[in-house]
């Protein structure tokens, strides 16, 4: 698969370094601006070859550019793609006629008038460059198979100044047009680049990291801006939370790629990454406008005077667009300007440069309603009518994710129907324990391996022991009392900064403990600080995977913050025999099998410090004071799932990018020395996607 152009921007003349930029991130992969030995360099046409070595040879001068320049005006009768070239040949001869020596110009020889050039209907691109040597490999992988840059805007001959009749002196000789003045609104900092990365294995573990970074502290101040929103109403305002998120961020300088416009895919985000919100797809330089369909660089920023496409967001609001997954009938923005995102469309078409396609569907599961999914890859083709491209999908790439979201979508509807599908060796493996259904599926071999285990839905821990003086919380009407501000004692417990959870059920911020109305409590079950106790509400299923043995995946959407599972096994108290005997074998070097079945809550790293915490440097002044956490004890068991357990005991680890983490959770009058372990989603999970946590393997 060629990768697409790079083109550089209009550098700014006037332009000076700002002292005060704080340093960027480490750049998401490769940089690949194009250089002149890219393109086919206009001033070759008077160099001679080895095989023209004897042939006569014709000296360039300004003379024989404006001769040639007129023999290949366009004429109205030639094809459009004919009259293109032609157009681009001219601009080479304009880009090296005024570095050649002046002479008198000769009688402007005739030209056939000027007409307007049609757009173009269909793509012939122009020759391809010749190789360039580089010492770095990346660069040269990439920049041999670049293709032509964007050239500058056609210039006309000028024409001589009028004078009187009886002027003694000659017209003076056309001088080459002065460039345009530096825009104000330049930035020279932007430029078009093609970001490539050396292997899947870099992208997933160092540029992943980044962009997860970022839509995190996105999720964080969007959480801050949203509730402070609902805690004090404007009226008549409308709470964009999103925009004022993705404002706070780009002032802080956290937004990634702001200072490029990058040509194919974007380093660290996947394909089938979904996002709430458009500001996200800016937050991780994945689209850059926050209304308009169709991303694109404006022609003021490239050197060829032409806006190029980037990215464009699919929402199927035209009834005659088509979609069938690898091939998209797109109508573009009807009435657009001049430089808008159709002619931009059109750019990208001729220059061959691939645009990355994002396709947004109802959702009633995400806060905005809308939910944008990443689906790779597009080349766009013109097609004979005004406004409408197609664009095909590039081979090679990862599973289309609209497509996994309707998979998903039909394998629920069949599960919801009792109809077993191929591979799946049960539809419960719970068998009702749960409050929702945990199939089981193994299209891999025939192993039946969940099967041999009982099923454990909660553990069991021990009566805990009698705390002289505590309070429990006797809230009656849990909308409103079940609160810090209303006195609620469970919430206090949790620390400062509010209630642990938001009425739809989502951690609203990671803590060292969670402390949830439990038994003794007055308040009724629906309590919005019961939460966890309500059960596993996402349909989750265990899957035999190739790379992690057994894996758990979701079939639903996940958002951040979303309660997920919890950890069961059968409980081992600190002082259990078991757990002194692994661990004698773990220090005198001994095998450690025996401890892959214990599930140890103390070697869970602090993840939940990651989730709901916003940069302090954009920290809105909402007023809101730091949350002041209270001190527990370190959990005093482990669980051991050698007999039983659950679905959370085939969840995978991962150290780099897990997508949920553990929260532990006390309830009422529990002992605190024996928390429950609660599994959360830490980022928007899309369906079909598998579910990882950091075990602490490495510590």
Known sequence: MAPAPVLLPTPDPSATPDPDA???????????????????????????????AGAPTIPLTPELIALLRGELEPSPEDHSDFALRLRFTQQRLDAISPSLPSATPPPAPPQRPQSPLPPPTSHVPPPPPPPRAHADPLRASSSAASLPSAMPPPLRPPSPPPTRPNSPLPPPPPRAPSPPPPSAHANPAMEMVQLRVISAQEDTLHYRPLVRRARLAFEALWGRYHRNAENNPVPGSRNRADLRALGAMIKGR???????????????????DAFNYRAELLVVGLHNQTQA????????????????????????????????????????????????????????????????????????????????VYDGLYKVFSTSEVCKFKLVRVPGQEALGSNTWRSARDLINQLDAKIQPPDYITLDMSKGKEAVPVPVRNSVDHDVFPLQFEYLARPEFPAPPAMPGHKCCTCINAKTACSETAGCACVKRSGGGGPAYNADGMLLRGRPVVYECGASCGCPASCPNRVTQRGTRHRLEVFRSTETDWGVRTLDLIQPGAFLCEFAGDVLLADDPRIANANANANTGASTEEWACFIDPRKFPTRWMEWGYAP????????????????????????????????????????????????????????????????????????????????????
């Open 22 to 52: 704080a340093p960027q991130a480490p750049a998401a992969a490769a940089a690949v601006p194009l250089t002149p030995e890219h393109c086919t360099a206009p001033s070759r046409l008077a160099a001679r070859s080895d095989a023209d």
């Open 254 to 272: 956290l937004c990634l790629n702001r200072d490029k416009r990058i040509v194919g895919p974007v380093p660290g985000v996947f394909v089938g």
């Open 293 to 372: 369909d169709i991303g694109y660089v404006p022609a003021s920023k490239l050197d060829g005077g032409h806006p190029v496409a980037t990215s464009i967001v699919s929402s199927g609001r035209y009834l005659d667009d088509h979609d069938n997954g690898g091939v998209l009938i797109y109508t573009g923005s009807g009435g657009s300007p001049p430089n808008g995102g159709n002619l931009a469309l059109t750019y990208s078409c001729n220059y061959g440069i691939e645009v990355r396609v994002i396709r947004c569907h109802d959702c009633h599961a995400s806060p905005s309603g809308k939910l944008y």
């Open 616 to 699: 302090a440097a954009v920290l809105p002044a909402d007023g809101e004071e730091p949350p002041r956490f209270v001190q527990c004890p370190a959990p005093g068991y482990v669980l051991d799932i050698s007999k039983r357990k659950n679905i959370a005991a085939y969840i995978s680890h991962s150290s780099f990018v897990p997508n949920a983490f553990v929260q532990l959770v006390v309830r009422g009058d529990e002992d605190e020395s024996c928390p429950h372990l609660m599994v959360f989603g830490m980022e928007i999970i899309p369906p079909m996607s598998e579910l990882s946590i950091d075990y602490g393997l490495d510590q």
